[in-house]
Every structure is written in structure tokens, then in C-alpha cells.
């Protein structure tokens, strides 16, 4: 049975795309580098960056920005669930940290809590298109009004995130959320960005705060807004009792 040339080298094209896509997702896999921290019985912490990635030679958000300074994310876990406090650069990254999740805890539902807008932040979102994704109304509406600008890389420039993946589940200021009988406070501060959303763990006095605490120096963004947060935030932090906080976590 002989065999036409012209189908002979359709086949062969098709296999060396399929070789080299293959090879494409095995480098991004190998890429991804996480160091994982167990805080507690139910509080992980995975990092990215530093380290050897201070020699990055790369000057896009990603390589000459967020992984010199490092970026970390929080799980939160209980029997087959799981919240995830932001996602990281990639979609990479995030997919490694559920993965994790499923692999060594048995994780089988997940939601996705944004500490606020940024693109370091969200850039895995796509990871956890099937699952819920909460955050403060103001994050989704940034996320919109930009979504354009970042899918086309045109916002911080490359690489673009695309598709961008918005929160799905939205609230203003204040939220409690449960993790099994663990209680979550959501609540937002204008630090850093004005969408900022901290997670406040009232059973062991943690309090993790995104980007609102950072080394060794914190980011207001949206400075003209100091003087504003200043004069409404009073009555939001007259609630907490700093006193009350053993743990503070970037």
C-alpha cells in the first residue's frame, strides 16, 4: 500500500507542530520554580522569585520586575477545599499551585480571593476559570475598564495576559467567607491600591495583607488618594485591634 507524498508531508507537519507544542509546555512546566512553606495546619505559602532570578536579564513586568522582588501566594485549606489569595504571574505558576494542591491534599473545590487588581496578582486567573474568584467590586470594575489593554499587552507592556480573567464573585468593603468553620474577614484599605482586600483570620489573629505590606517598603500607587484614606479609614481600623494581630503577612 503506498501512501501520497503530498499526505506523507501533511502528516509530518502535523507531528513536528504537535513535538514542538509539546516541548513548548514541558519548558514552561520546567520554568516554574515554587518554594512551598507550611505556616500551620491549614495555611501554605508558595514563592517565586529572588534568588538566581535577581540576574534576570529581562525587563518586562514579569522577569525584571516581579520575580526580582519576589511574589508569594497564600492557601487556605480544609478537608477537599481550598482559598487561594491571588494567583501570580502566570497561568503556569498558578496551575503548578493547584496542582500542589490536588496532588499532596487531596483538594478538590477551589475559590480564588484577589488582594486587588495588579497584574502579578491575577495573571494566573485563568487557572481557575471553573472556580470562584471573589473580590471587591472595585477590582472587577478596574479589571473591565482595563481588560483590553492588558489582553493586548499594551498595560505594563509584555507579557500580555490573555484571556484577562475578572473576579466572578464581587462585594464592597466588607465580606465574611467560611472555609469549613474557619472564618475569613475580607475587608478593604486604600494602601498600596485602592481596591486593596486583606484577608483577616480572627481564630489565630492573622491578618494577610497582599500588597498593602511589602519588603522593606510599602507602594502607595494611588497617592492622591493618602489624604482621602486617611479620613475614612479611621472607622475601619478602630475595628481591628492591632493588639489582636500575632501574624502579619505579605
Known amino acids: 500500500m503506498r ?23 514541558m519548558a514552561k512546566e520546567e520554568a516554574v520554580n515554587i518554594e512551598v512553606s507550611r505556616l500551620n495546619d491549614y495555611l501554605l505559602f508558595f514563592y ?5 532570578a535577581v540576574n ?6 514579569v522577569s525584571g520586575a516581579a520575580m ?10 480544609q ?29 478538590e473545590h477551589f475559590t480564588v480571593v484577589q488582594s486587588h487588581w495588579h497584574l502579578d496578582h491575577v495573571a494566573g486567573n485563568e ?41 466572578n464573585v464581587v462585594f464592597n468593603k466588607r465580606m465574611d467567607i467560611y472555609l469549613g468553620d474557619l472564618k475569613l474577614e475580607l475587608m478593604n484599605f486604600n494602601v498600596h491600591t485602592k481596591d486593596a482586600n486583606l484577608i483577616y483570620i480572627p481564630k489565630d489573629k492573622i491578618l494577610l495583607c497582599g500588597d498593602t505590606l511589602e519588603d522593606t517598603i510599602t507602594y502607595m500607587v494611588d497617592i492622591v488618594m493618602v489624604k482621602f484614606f486617611c479620613r475614612k479609614s479611621k472607622p475601619h481600623l478602630e475595628k481591628i485591634s492591632f493588639s489582636d494581630v500575632e501574624s502579619c503577612s505579605q
Open 3 to 25: 501512501m501520497d507524498k503530498g499526505r506523507v508531508w501533511h502528516w509530518l507537519a502535523i507531528f513536528s507542530l504537535l513535538s514542538l507544542w509539546s516541548l513548548n509546555t
Open 56 to 61: 534576570n536579564s529581562g525587563e518586562d513586568w
Open 68 to 77: 526580582k522582588l519576589g511574589i508569594g501566594v497564600y492557601a487556605l485549606h
Open 48 to 52: 517565586a522569585g529572588r534568588g538566581d
Open 79 to 107: 478537608g477537599k477545599k481550598a482559598i487561594v489569595y491571588d494567583t501570580m504571574t502566570s497561568v503556569a505558576q498558578a496551575q503548578w499551585i493547584k496542582n500542589y494542591l490536588r496532588k499532596e491534599l487531596g483538594i
Open 127 to 167: 487557572a481557575f476559570t471553573d472556580d470562584n474568584i471573589i473580590g471587591q467590586q472595585l477590582t472587577r470594575d478596574i479589571m473591565v475598564e482595563k481588560k483590553a489593554a492588558i489582553e493586548s499587552g499594551e498595560e505594563w507592556g509584555e507579557p500580555a495576559i490573555n484571556p484577562l480573567v475578572p473576579p
